[in-house]
């Protein structure tokens, strides 16, 4: 009896799929129990099981039978092909799948796969828009998750992605994303650290003391009284130009009634000797 059989036994027995780890305890129960050659295989280590199981595989997608074994996040179980698909969904019936991702969640989702672990902010700065609504949706999907925390100013959550996120589109490992070298290469700029009070290396801004305000007041003062002088005189220049005006205006009107006032009294004097 070889080590693949088994397991192939076990994965068409289990009603889910099964780890190496989980495998390996399998086999350690069985032998400690002490049925038939189970003590034979019951110190199997991890390695071997997968690498039996992986022999197991290419065996049966050898054989071009109606299933095939897959491992899907790390666990392995036996599915059928596709083009069986119709009857299998006659037998087990339709079930509600969730819906499909917008376009957003995968942009966002195929950058935290590649660049993981990452923050919201540096999403952001990938993509360009916010991404608060759909980060939302992909933790509540269980196909993104908080990992940690960044080493930077608010020390901000980072995000990966979940053994969900492997299931759903049936990767082995991360290892096995479709090659981004450009996703990967996008830069992101850190944050600059925040600047703290009373920094040696930080420049005082430029104060003025008591006497250089005090004489900046009085040069100002100054200004401005200088400023008032010469506008009341030019003011009493304007006025003493109009007054000089007035007069000459006055005077000649003066000689005009003389000379009016002299005409009148000799012709009146001429008039009265005629008369007499």
């Known amino acids: 009896m070889e080590l693949k059989d088994i397991l192939e036994a076990i994965l068409f027995s289990s009603q889910k799929p ?7 305890d399998i086999l350690k129960q069985a032998g400690e129990a002490g049925e038939g050659e189970s003590k034979e295989f019951s110190k199997t280590k991890a390695a071997a099981i997968t690498k039996a199981l992986e022999t197991l595989a290419v065996e049966v997608d050898e054989l071009n039978r109606s299933h095939r074994l897959v491992c899907v996040a790390g666990s392995w179980q036996f599915v059928t092909q596709t083009e069986y698909a119709p009857w299998v969904r006659a037998l087990v019936g339709v079930k509600n799948r969730p819906t499909r991702l917008s376009k957003p969640a995968l942009e966002t989702l195929a950058i935290i796969a590649y660049r993981q672990p990452i923050t919201r902010a540096h999403m952001e ?18 196909l993104a998750e908080v990992i940690g925390r960044a080493d930077g100013p608010g020390r901000p959550q980072t995000y990966g992605t979940t053994q969900m996120f492997l299931e759903y589109f049936g990767l082995r490992g991360l290892e096995e ?16 650290a925040p600047v703290t009070a009373g920094a040696e290396d930080d420049e005082k801004p430029d104060q003025m003391s008591l006497e250089e305000v005090t004489e900046a007041k009085d040069n100002d003062a100054g200004k401005l009284a200088e400023t008032a002088a010469e506008q009341a005189e030019e003011s009493a220049k304007e006025a003493e130009e109009e007054e000089d005006y007035d007069d000459d205006e006055f005077e000649d009107d003066d000689d005009d009634d003389d000379e ?6 000799d012709e009146a004097v001429e008039e009265a000797s005629q008369t007499s």
Do not use: H, W, Y
């Open 18 to 24: 099964l780890s190496a780890k989980e495998l390996q």
């Open 260 to 265: 009016e006032f002299d005409g009148g009294e």
């Open 177 to 192: 994303l479709p090659d981004a070298e450009e996703l990967r290469q996008v830069p992101v700029t850190r944050p600059e």
């Open 125 to 142: 700065e990938i993509r360009g828009v916010s991404v608060d609504g759909v980060i939302g949706t992909l933790v509540e999907r269980e």
